[in-house]
């Protein structure tokens, strides 16, 4: 066959259609907006009775609950198929990895299914959030002490 | 008997493809092709059956389409010699768990979505051997169990990329018969050789077969002596519309115009209104549009002689994730329309 | 005016994670799990504070949002604590986060089933 790996990567690349990316990004932008907006709405509304750093957790707990929700009857997979990282980079995003992925498992048992795969598209995110913390007090320690 | 030249069986006396069926989901009931299916499933999850996994479902929409085949043909279970079946899943779950229902001799296949031409092959060869009077060739796939093995939970929130191609819930069976029954006629088959051309996107499959199919094509074209404009029409697997465009690309330059070609994953979706991005794939996407479309075509007289290439991309998760390129196959059928007696 | 850069913010956080996904090869877990440790840096190097301050759910509720979060927890942790700090700060910051996400998760698993895309 006239054909090597070289050239077919840019007959390839050649052919790929382009994401729509002015479209893509304008509903990233509007829906994520629009999450945080609703979140800073209700910081706002927490913080009416409780101390700012209260008010952040309540407000994100909130936000996970809704996302969670969504999930159950598909409305966040739906509006995630136009939203891209509007939905994707918001923490409800994350809510809706775990959720989705513990509905998803449930055939396989609450242990074996549900247990073992409840963090499986967010668990990188918590290891790795987890590990840059430590290097960041690991560091801070000894800036500390030298400083 | 047959005649082997190069990779091709040539059958001179045609094995006859007696009976076929095609099931489809919803959203296949809903294409082009959904007038054509022999049963539209309205609930994919069979869930009023007590069916509670969409594995399940799959071995249950497989064994519908097997049952469909053999009333349309008139044989019971009892009297079929052998099946040849696959599916994605796993260790090919679903089929093994629909013969385990049907109780026929069983020959599980993995071609990823060339399976239904793999399948057709060898029951041919097997038919025209003498070894099995009635064979089956069966092959299914379910959107939801294939997206939940191979990519994220249904209920997770993504994007799609616009080379991505959609797997069907669909299903096909054909029952093969030696050369003398009526049907649709198999007049020679071509094993693909794997090709792999260093693709590593798992969301631009028709990319990674295309030079299997491309490859299977020039060596059935060598085998047979023929080109493009000898069939009625060179219908290819699930190449989708960016694996169809690098195939045109792709046999102009090895001398052949390709324009009399179709490809099952757009036959099966409307592209504009479905949805589906590249379009349609999987195992059940070829097997559905060649029972619900290529061959009534065949049988009703409005085509003489196809090709039929269905392509499968072979990597698994872990092959995937270990950073290896896709390397893709590609089996090539060629089809004739039943002749005096024989036609269908 | 705080409600507008909420908006802004939040929504440009988002676009830039649409760019990296049209634009570049990574996949949407490895932009996510950058997002985290990129808001732990920015957090860090002390550009991430005053952007909460400004922007409020803007920049708290991108994932940015969660790393920062974490890095505050850790500096807090380790100047209460010393070194141990180190380990129980980030964890214990997005205690309510994980652990809300895992109990509503279990409360959708219980309610919901896996749902066909038609």
Same mark, same amino acid.
């Given at each position: 066959?006239?054909?090597?790996?070289?050239?077919?990567?840019?007959?390839?690349?050649?052919?790929?259609?382009?994401?729509?990316?002015?479209?893509?990004?304008?509903?990233a932008f509007?829906?994520g907006g629009?999450i945080c907006?609703?979140?800073?709405?209700?910081?706002?509304?927490?913080?009416?009775?409780?101390?700012?750093?209260?008010? +952040?957790?309540?407000?994100? *707990?909130?936000?996970?609950?809704?996302?969670?929700?969504?999930?159950?009857?598909?409305?966040?997979?739906?509006?995630?198929?136009?939203?891209?990282a509007g939905?994707?980079v918001p923490?409800?995003?994350?809510?809706?990895?775990?959720?989705?992925?513990?509905?998803?498992?449930?055939?396989?048992?609450?242990?074996?299914?549900?247990?073992?795969?409840?963090?499986?598209?967010?668990?990188?995110?918590?290891?790795?959030?987890?590990?840059?913390?430590?290097?960041?007090?690991?560091?801070?320690?000894?800036?500390?002490?030298?400083? | 008997?047959? *005649?082997?030249?190069?990779?091709?069986?040539?059958?001179?006396?045609?094995?006859?493809?007696?009976?076929?069926?095609?099931?489809?989901?919803?959203?296949? !009931?809903?294409?082009?092709?959904?007038?054509?299916?022999?049963?539209?499933?309205?609930?994919?999850?069979?869930?009023?059956?007590?069916?509670?996994?969409?594995?399940?479902?799959?071995?249950?929409?497989?064994?519908?389409?097997?049952?469909?085949?053999?009333?349309?043909?008139?044989?019971?279970?009892?009297?079929?010699?052998?099946?040849?079946?696959?599916?994605?899943?796993?260790?090919?779950?679903?089929?093994?768990?629909?013969?385990?229902?049907?109780?026929?001799?069983?020959?599980?296949?993995?071609?990823?979505?060339?399976?239904?031409?793999?399948?057709?092959?060898?029951?041919?060869?097997?038919?025209?051997?003498?070894?099995?009077?009635?064979?089956?060739?069966?092959?299914?796939?379910?959107?939801?169990?294939?997206?939940?093995?191979?990519?994220?939970?249904?209920?997770?929130?993504?994007?799609?990329?616009?080379?991505?191609?959609?797997?069907?819930?669909?299903?096909?069976?054909?029952?093969?018969?030696?050369?003398?029954?009526? +049907?649709? +006629?198999?007049?020679?088959?071509?094993?693909?050789?794997?090709?792999?051309?260093?693709?590593?996107?798992?969301?631009?499959?028709?990319?990674?077969?295309?030079?299997?199919?491309?490859?299977?094509?020039?060596?059935?074209?060598?085998?047979?002596?023929?080109?493009?404009?000898?069939?009625?029409?060179?219908?290819?697997?699930?190449?989708?519309?960016?694996?169809?465009?690098?195939?045109?690309?792709?046999?102009?330059?090895?001398?052949?115009?390709?324009?009399?070609?179709?490809?099952?994953?757009?036959?099966?979706?409307?592209?504009?209104?479905?949805?589906?991005?590249?379009?349609?794939?999987?195992?059940?996407?070829?097997?559905?549009?060649?029972?619900?479309?290529?061959?009534?075509?065949?049988?009703?007289?409005?085509?003489?002689?196809?090709?039929?290439?269905?392509? !499968?991309?072979?990597?698994?998760?872990?092959?995937?994730?270990?950073?290896?390129?896709?390397?893709?196959?590609?089996?090539?059928?060629?089809?004739?329309?039943?002749?005096?007696?024989?036609?269908? | 005016?705080?409600?507008?850069?909420?908006?802004l913010v939040g929504g440009a956080l988002c676009l830039a994670g649409q760019?990296?996904?049209?634009?570049? =090869?990574?996949? =949407?877990?490895?932009?996510?799990?950058?997002y985290?440790?990129a808001g732990?840096?920015?957090?860090?190097?002390?550009?991430?504070?005053?952007l909460?301050?400004?922007a409020?759910?803007g920049a708290s509720v991108p994932l940015l949002g969660?790393?920062?979060?974490?890095?505050?927890?850790?500096?807090?942790?380790?100047?209460?604590?010393?070194?141990?700090?180190?380990?129980? !700060?980030?964890?214990?910051?997005?205690?309510?986060?994980?652990?809300?996400?895992?109990?509503?998760?279990?409360?959708?698993?219980?309610?919901?089933?896996?749902?066909?895309?038609?």
């Amino acid at each position: 066959m006239k054909l090597d790996p070289q050239s077919y990567a840019r007959m390839v690349r050649r052919a790929a259609p382009p994401s729509a990316l002015g479209r893509d990004c304008a509903w990233a932008f509007a829906v994520g907006g629009c999450i945080c907006l609703l979140g800073e709405a209700m910081r706002r509304a927490y913080a009416l009775r409780f101390a700012p750093d209260l008010a +952040g957790t309540l407000t994100s *707990i909130t936000l996970i609950g809704l996302a969670a929700a969504a999930t159950v009857p598909g409305w966040y997979q739906k509006l995630a198929a136009r939203a891209g990282a509007g939905t994707l980079v918001p923490s409800t995003g994350f809510a809706n990895s775990v959720a989705s992925a513990a509905i998803e498992f449930k055939a396989e048992g609450w242990v074996t299914g549900v247990g073992a795969h409840i963090f499986q598209i967010a668990g990188p995110v918590i290891a790795y959030g987890t590990l840059a913390s430590w290097v960041w007090g690991l560091l801070y320690w000894a800036m500390s002490r030298g400083g | 008997m047959s *005649i082997r030249r190069r990779d091709t069986l040539l059958f001179p006396d045609p094995p006859a493809i007696a009976a076929w069926a095609a099931v489809g989901g919803k959203k296949e !009931g809903e294409g082009p092709l959904g007038a054509a299916l022999d049963e539209r499933l309205a609930d994919a999850s069979f869930a009023a059956e007590g069916c509670t996994s969409w594995e399940d479902a799959e071995s249950r929409l497989q064994q519908r389409c097997i049952r469909r085949c053999l009333r349309k043909a008139g044989v019971t279970a009892r009297q079929v010699e052998l099946a040849f079946a696959g599916d994605l899943q796993a260790q090919c779950t679903a089929s093994a768990y629909a013969m385990r229902a049907m109780g026929v001799p069983f020959a599980g296949l993995y071609g990823a979505c060339s399976t239904m031409a793999e399948a057709l092959a060898l029951a041919a060869a097997f038919a025209a051997a003498g070894y099995s009077e009635r064979t089956l060739a069966v092959t299914s796939s379910h959107f939801c169990a294939a997206e939940r093995q191979f990519r994220t939970p249904l209920n997770y929130g993504g994007k799609r990329t616009p080379t991505a191609q959609w797997t069907a819930t669909a299903a096909g069976a054909c029952l093969v018969r030696p050369a003398g029954a009526p +049907g649709v +006629g198999v007049a020679s088959v071509t094993f693909g050789r794997v090709q792999d051309y260093a693709v590593r996107d798992i969301n631009n499959m028709g990319a990674a077969m295309m030079p299997a199919a491309a490859g299977t094509l020039l060596a059935c074209f060598g085998a047979l002596r023929a080109a493009p404009q000898d069939f009625d029409a060179v219908i290819t697997g699930d190449l989708g519309a960016v694996g169809s465009e690098l195939l045109y690309a792709q046999l102009r330059k090895e001398g052949f115009s390709l324009d009399n070609h179709l490809d099952c994953g757009c036959l099966l979706y409307d592209r504009d209104e479905q949805h589906v991005k590249a379009g349609g794939s999987g195992a059940g996407c070829s097997a559905a549009a060649l029972c619900a479309y290529i061959l009534p075509q065949l049988a009703a007289g409005r085509w003489r002689r196809v090709l039929f290439v269905a392509t !499968g991309a072979l990597m698994s998760q872990a092959t995937f994730l270990q950073g290896q390129s896709i390397p893709g196959i590609a089996h090539a059928v060629e089809l004739i329309a039943p002749t005096g007696e024989g036609r269908a | 005016m705080n409600y507008l850069w909420a908006f802004l913010v939040g929504g440009a956080l988002c676009l830039a994670g649409q760019l990296l996904i049209d634009l570049t =090869p990574l996949t =949407p877990a490895r932009i996510l799990t950058g997002y985290v440790a990129a808001g732990v840096v920015l957090s860090a190097v002390g550009l991430y504070g005053p952007l909460a301050d400004w922007a409020g759910a803007g920049a708290s509720v991108p994932l940015l949002g969660f790393g920062h979060l974490l890095a505050k927890g850790v500096q807090q942790a380790v100047d209460e604590q010393g070194l141990v700090g180190a380990f129980t !700060g980030g964890l214990t910051a997005a205690a309510g986060g994980v652990a809300a996400s895992l109990v509503f998760a279990i409360l959708a698993a219980l309610l919901g089933r896996s749902k066909d895309q038609n």
